[in-house]
């Protein structure tokens, strides 16, 4: 209940109101100070915050102001007035010079309330010196029996003393009151600090549009608002102590500070807000450029110890490998050695070129010079050529080029890493020759064993057929010779897939390209496999243009092609579900695509669905010998296209791609 009376509006604006209320009236009371003292005290400040009127400095100040005058008359012997306006009574004596009000000796000076005797080099009073003025000081110009006095009796400082305890009073009331209203004002603005941005029902700190303001915008218009109502404020303030007649401009003034108070608040307080918030930082420009200078700073920091680091393990890599080259490979050492002594050889030659053509023999150093430096250009450009050649060399291998041999090589390492190079190529052919013959062995065995089992399954499926067509005792066996005949004709179907496969893979199959319209072919395959996709609970969704989508390819296999594929929508789709055939052409490529939502999780690699026996099913509870797909996918590479599966989730893909062909 406390926190929610606390935080209400209602009492944050009270509170600012009131804060409002306590400054103008603190600023109203110390005018009004100002405007009585101006106008009722003669436009003279008497109290000067003393304990005691005995240690007034206005008196101080008044004595000493006539000691100046009366000297200053005394020294220039002029007619100016010694007096000025001065109360009490004065004697000066400079020689034969005399300005007086009054006969005074220094024992009736000195009886006195207030007092000064001012003589050559001394100076006697009892109102404190805090005010003397270095007059009469020991100069031979001065004659030695001069005198300044000055005096205030009781009588003639009765009007002063009671200015100064009127004002003293005065002054004391308006403090209390002051001081007072500023208290009440410091302690709701601490409470305008913690609730601002608060609200009863959350803690979270709600912000207002000033806000927004950037944070040294924020502070210059605090200091410009104070600074117009502060300076407004104090110039009054010093117009009313020396004139009353401008006291009609107090309120005005206390009006402008109170507002430029209440603005330099609300702009203080929004601060504040933005430091709960912290965000503070966010709308302060400096201080975010402050934080990326900092950030930029350690980046750059964090950067060259890396540099260094890395630098500095460079250094100890290469001179670990340049140690390890010189002391353990013989080879680079030898070309060290070699580089080595060729720079001394021209170094010699070039010394003695220089010393024997003094002599007027240098030409025979020249000569030699010149005869070393085409040797060791012709043995360098010797390396070099054999070092291009390694290359090309190494770059037909990866080629596939593994006849090539590097012939007449340099001798030495050259000719070594040649030796190594062609012992290489030869082994790697030797290896393709054996993976090419074991490969056409299996390719030629899986030929020959489904050839010879063509001759008894052809016997089984017609032996099986007939029985099938007996009623044969028991009852049982009319079964037995059923299945006996279904897995009779699913091996045949295995042995001709891989029979066909085998000649396609082992290129022995004959290719027949023709003019073909992909559409056709499509119209087609789907009349044939009608039934096949009803029986299956499968809808079609056909999409392909009127018009013909012409291709080269072989008619047969690719309806080859097709039967395989919608046979894979038949087998492994999702009952009730809809097969999407799409035929379409795309950047001069006719595009054939069959899409499905498969019965099973397919967590199989897309790129080895197409090898042979891999089946998606990695159960094999459904009929399928993992051939369809990779019999498709070798005759259509056979005919000169492309065939890809695509799997997202239980969507299945199958692209076929064939170039466009214009008759």
Partial sequence: MAKKIFRSSAAKLLAFLLMLACVAGAAGTVGEMFEQIGTESGSEWVYQFESNFQDSGYVSSILNMQLSNLNYALEENNNADSANHFPGDYYGRYGTVIRKNTDLDERAVTSSRFYAIVKKGQMESNIGSRYYLPIMDEDASVPSEAVLMVRLTDQQAAGIEAAWNEQAK???DT???VLLLLICALVLFIYLLFVTGRRPEDEEVHMVTVDRLFAELNVALICVSAGIGIGAYVALLGELSGNGDVAILLWPAVVLLTVCTALSTELLLSIVRNVKNRSFVSRSLFLRACKWCWKQTKRIWRWLIGACKKVWHMLGGAKDTLWNSLSKNYKTRNVVLIFLGYSVVLAIFACMFGFMMDYGEGIMVFILGVLWFVIASAFLINRITGFESIVDALQKLRGGDLSYKLENMPAGIFANMADDINS???????ALQ??????RMKSELITNVSHDLKTPLTSIINYSDLLCQEHLTPEEANDYAKIIYQKSNRLKNLTSDLFDISKVQAGAESIISERLDACTLVRQALAEQEQAVEAGGLALKVT??????????DGKKLSRVLENLIGNCVKYAMKNTRVFVTVSEQEERAVLELKNIANYAMDFDSEEITERFVRGDAS????????????AKSYVAACGGTLKVDVDGDLFKVTVTFPLYHS
């Fill in 175 to 177: 403090v209390k009151s």
């Fill in 620 to 631: 094999r509870t459904t009929e399928g010998s993992g051939l369809g797909l990779a019999i």
């Fill in 170 to 172: 005065l002054c004391a």
């Fill in 434 to 439: 054996t993976e090419i013959r074991a490969e």
């Fill in 424 to 430: 290489l190529g030869d082994g790697m052919q030797a």
């Fill in 544 to 553: 392909m243009p009127e018009r013909e989508v012409p291709i080269w390819a």
